[in-house]
């Protein structure tokens, strides 16, 4: 058995390998070709030495290959030596002195792959000592330079080097906390930006028809930076976009004023949506080129080009950009993950407890089906016990039982076989040969009595053991499907709590902990800690006139009111939505005749969720004994639909537990279970073996019936949910069956009840004590059973 777990075990875990193992080889690869493009667009930026001149210099490429070589890793460094040398190539005639780039990416490669033994410090100053010694050489062999101009050449060169280097390894160094946990401070994202912004400018003059590539590529980068991040991110953007640009073009001063203008407009309207946005930025760019008397098609063509792609991005895209940059996004994001993780973790506690009683039910129900060897055994057992009795000390047991073993064994056979079918008989051989024959007809009656009060004890207890079996295993399945809908319980609201933060903060309202969240059925709940207040109603009458104006809807204190922390002197309290209706419920109850003490049991109230519950129910008989039944039932449902189930489960789990308690003296309880949800009014009735509820609009009265037998009865409830929808003056009145039971002939009778109610008091007090004298009156002031009426009524808040 060892053997094979450990067989299972190393397959599955091969197979997740593997899985992980397809992950990281897409990933690598998409990084490797990040590596090899960013070679190429960063070796092919320019920085011109002059307006006047096209030629400049190119140090961004060889900045690249140092910040990628100082990973030590060999296969990146030659993916970066690969894109940098094609860039070098495609640019080089627009390059002083192109070629001594090539060789400085030569030398660094080699020293990167086969001559790098240093540490990282050593590391970094050999790379820039190589690259003034690249410069150097090609200076000595190609431009014949003497040696002081050659040198400061070559140190002018390595200098421009050195800042760009810290500024790419400080960019990519971010760029490998993505997809991460890590929050980007300003300096990080504009790092960032700047990578990108090489990268188009990298572009160069690839154009179509004209049209330049290179400021499609940097408007397109710009609006989507500032509609993600908002104006500050987007003037940003458009300010290092211009300079980055502007030092490979003729007017730097005209590139930052375009896209960072462009990037603080659509930066401003980002909340208005992507078209408006982006319209108002257009029109700041036309309105601008009219001005400055410089529109014309090409700058018409590129501006719409960028917008029209610009839209036609999807919205994920975005999404995925806005939770880098945007760190409020960032943390809802991660809370929500904390959130489900810990959701996760404890819906693997519940289903490990599942398990557990799964395993515990299939235990108690695994009994030995092998019925034959039972027979075989307790036939072979009966026997050595009557032997054991009779024949232990008898002068004859060696004649008997060695010299004529198998006559003597199947004669006791026969013996008790007989004393089973009431019908005791001795065989021929024991009546010749058995010396206390008496004694022996004695014991076997004996034994076999025995045995059967033995054999019914044990079916007894095979027939309890597999009844607990199989509640247990219903309690598990109920647990089990309790695990979904826990799981989309809570959502965390961010956006919500920046709102309620600023307007508290407007009120000058301190506070010290807000959370937002929505619950399972969707609606708002903030918790909110502040410092202790003074006065029982300042919540009340201060902080949901406020909350409810900053959330623009009413809200109301939850049920849990406020808690107060003495050592801390804070107050925590729990706001929510406030619902559109309120319950109110009375009862009267009166007990059996005879008895002090009645056998009915209910409970009323508002659950945590929204809903208003009425459970009634009916113990079996009356008195403290069916009492204490029907107390449990209530308890039982009242508990599970306040933890969050439904009624299916919880009328079938608690039928489960019921089933066990009441199995032994064959009890059972009635339940008339009643919801209704106080934000839509929706009401839902569920009976397992109770009478009529009655429903009172006006002078209408309508009847509410189901048709289950009590808990106790069967294993599992074929249930049959009622839906209602109940309006603001609506009365809900549901009774014991004492009420309807009047007397012999009119037992169950609904017809007065219901006549009753088409004209009496709305008062739920007054009428439910009413309908209880009404039904002592019908039933001659002799109560037959226990009577219960609970009457709710529905307000308008």
Request: hydrophobic share 40%.
């Amino acid at each position: 058995m060892q053997y094979e777990l450990n067989v299972n075990s190393y397959k599955k875990t091969e197979g997740t390998n593997k899985t992980k193992k397809n992950v990281f080889i897409k990933t690598e690869s998409v990084r490797l070709v990040f590596i090899l493009m960013g070679g190429i667009l960063l070796s092919r930026v320019t920085l011109l030495l002059s307006q006047n001149n096209a030629t400049g210099i190119a140090p961004f490429g060889i900045a690249y290959l140092i910040a990628i070589g100082m990973k030590n890793n060999r296969i990146k460094t030659l993916i970066a030596t690969l894109g940098v040398g094609i860039g070098y190539f495609t640019i080089n005639s627009t390059l002083v002195n192109g070629f001594s780039y090539i060789i400085a990416i030569g030398m660094l490669t080699i020293y990167y792959e086969i001559l790098n033994r240093s540490e990282k410090k050593k590391k970094t100053i050999i790379s820039f000592s190589i690259t003034f010694l690249s410069f150097l050489i090609y200076g000595f062999l190609f431009n014949k330079y003497d040696i002081g101009v050659n040198s400061t050449l070559s140190l002018l060169y390595t200098i421009a080097v050195v800042p760009i280097y810290y500024i790419i390894r400080y960019s990519i160094s971010c760029l490998e906390e993505i997809n991460t946990n890590y929050f980007f401070a300003s300096e990080e994202i504009v790092s960032i930006a700047i990578l990108f912004c090489l990268f188009v400018a990298g572009v160069g003059s690839i154009s179509i028809q004209d049209y330049s590539m290179k400021n499609i590529l940097a408007l397109i980068v710009v609006l989507i930076i500032a509609y993600i991040g908002g104006a500050a991110y987007g003037a940003t953007m458009g300010v290092v976009m211009g300079i980055i640009l502007g030092c490979s073009s003729e007017n730097m001063i005209s590139a930052i004023g375009f896209y960072s203008i462009g990037g603080l407009i659509v930066g401003i309207f980002k909340d208005t949506g992507k078209i408006f946005s982006v319209l108002a930025g257009i029109i700041m760019y036309f309105a601008l080129g009219l001005y400055s008397e410089s529109i014309t098609l090409k700058m018409i063509v590129e501006v719409s080009a960028s917008s029209l792609i610009f839209l036609c991005i999807p919205k994920n895209i975005y999404k995925d950009i806005e939770v880098e940059i945007n760190t409020e996004r960032k943390r809802e994001n991660i809370n929500q993950l904390h959130l489900n993780a810990l959701k996760e973790e404890f819906s693997f506690k519940l289903r490990d407890l599942t398990q557990v009683l799964n395993q515990v039910s299939k235990t108690l129900d695994d009994v030995d089906t092998n019925k034959n060897l039972l027979i075989k055994n307790k036939s072979s057992a009966l026997v050595e016990r009557l032997a054991d009795r009779v024949c232990i000390n008898c002068e004859k047991k060696n004649s008997c039982w060695k010299r004529d073993f198998n006559n003597t064994y199947h004669s006791f056979q026969g013996l008790i076989k007989s004393c089973e079918e009431n019908n005791v008989l001795l065989s021929k051989s024991l009546e010749t040969t058995c010396v206390k024959g008496f004694t022996l007809l004695k014991n076997a009656e004996d034994i076999v009595n025995n045995n059967i009060i033995d054999t019914n004890i044990k079916e007894k207890l095979t027939e309890g053991r597999q009844l607990v079996s199989s509640h247990i295993n219903n309690i598990a399945i109920k647990l089990e499907n309790v695990l979904d809908e826990f799981k989309r319980e809570v959502t965390i609201c961010e956006d919500l709590e920046r709102i309620i933060k600023r307007g508290l903060n407007k009120n000058s309202i301190e506070y010290s902990d807000i959370f937002c969240y929505t619950d399972k059925n969707g609606r708002v709940k903030v918790k909110l800690t502040i410092k202790k207040s003074e006065g029982a109603d300042y919540c009340t009458k201060n902080l949901v006139p406020i909350l409810s104006d900053i959330m623009r809807i009413p809200v109301c204190i939850a049920e849990e009111a406020c808690n107060i922390n003495q050592e801390s002197q804070t107050c925590t309290i729990l706001i929510e939505e406030m619902p559109r209706y309120n319950v109110i419920s009375y009862a009267a109850r009166a007990p059996k005749n005879g008895e002090t003490q009645t056998g009915d049991s209910y409970s009323f109230g508002k659950v945590k969720d929204g809903t208003y519950l009425t459970i009634l129910s009916d113990g079996m008989g009356s008195g403290p004994e069916a009492g204490k039944e029907s107390r449990s039932t209530v308890d039982l449902v009242e508990k599970f639909i306040e933890s969050g189930f439904n009624e299916e489960m919880t009328i079938n789990t608690v039928n489960s537990i019921m089933g066990m308690k009441f199995s032994e003296s064959e009890k059972y309880a009635t339940l008339d279970l009643s919801t209704i949800d106080l934000y839509s009014g929706d009401a839902t009735f569920v009976k397992i073996g109770a009478v009529y509820s009655f429903i009172k609009r006006g002078d209408e009265v309508s009847l509410v019936n189901s048709k289950n037998l009590p808990f106790g009865l069967v294993d599992e409830v074929e249930l049959d949910i009622i839906k209602e929808e109940l309006m603001a003056g609506d009365i809900v009145v549901n009774v014991s069956d004492g009420i309807l039971d009047i007397d012999k002939l009119n037992s169950g009778n609904f017809i007065w009840l219901q006549e009753y109610l088409k004209d009496c008091s709305g008062d739920p007090r007054e009428l439910s004590e009413n309908i209880l004298q009404k039904a002592i009156q019908l039933s001659e002031n002799v109560l037959k059973d226990d009577m219960t009426v609970v009457v709710s009524k529905v307000y308008a808040i």
